[in-house]
Nanobody, 120 residues
Framework: QVQLVESGGGLVQAGDSLRLSCTVS??????????MAWFRQAPGADRQFVAS????????NYQDSVKGRFTISRDTAKYTGYLQMNNLKPDDTGVYYC???????????WGQGTQVTVSS
């Protein structure tokens, strides 16, 4: 069973930075060969894509609103992915989820989410 555990969320002020982590755990854990992505869900809104990274780590994609501020990365040896978030804005507030999968655009494995709140 593969489990994803997010951490690093919190309450910050606009302009601050946070780094989210997503660690793969469980007796059947695997990481190499899987794409990883971050999604977020604001109160009353649908879950939206934030960023993704290929299994090799060479290809990344970002939602337009976070380009230039967020950076997705991964450390395969540590079974961990990261989302560095700089210059945070109140609109970035929400629950952030990491997800993992093999097929492009399909993520069968999800974490429980970590809350990010940005005050103005």
């Amino acid at each position: 069973q593969v489990q994803l555990v997010e951490s690093g969320g919190g309450l910050v002020q606009a302009g601050d930075s946070l780094r989210l982590s997503c660690t793969v755990s469980g007796p059947g854990r695997t990481y190499s060969g899987y794409r990883m992505a971050w999604f977020r869900q604001a109160p009353g809104a649908d879950r939206q894509f934030v960023a993704s990274i290929s299994a090799s780590g060479e290809v990344t994609n970002y939602q337009d609103s976070v380009k230039g501020r967020f950076t997705i990365s991964r450390d395969t040896a540590k079974y961990t992915g990261y989302l560095q978030m700089n210059n945070l804005k109140p609109d970035d507030t929400g629950v952030y989820y990491c997800a993992m999968g093999i097929v492009l655009g399909k993520y069968p494995y999800w974490g429980q989410g970590t809350q990010v709140t940005v005050s103005s």
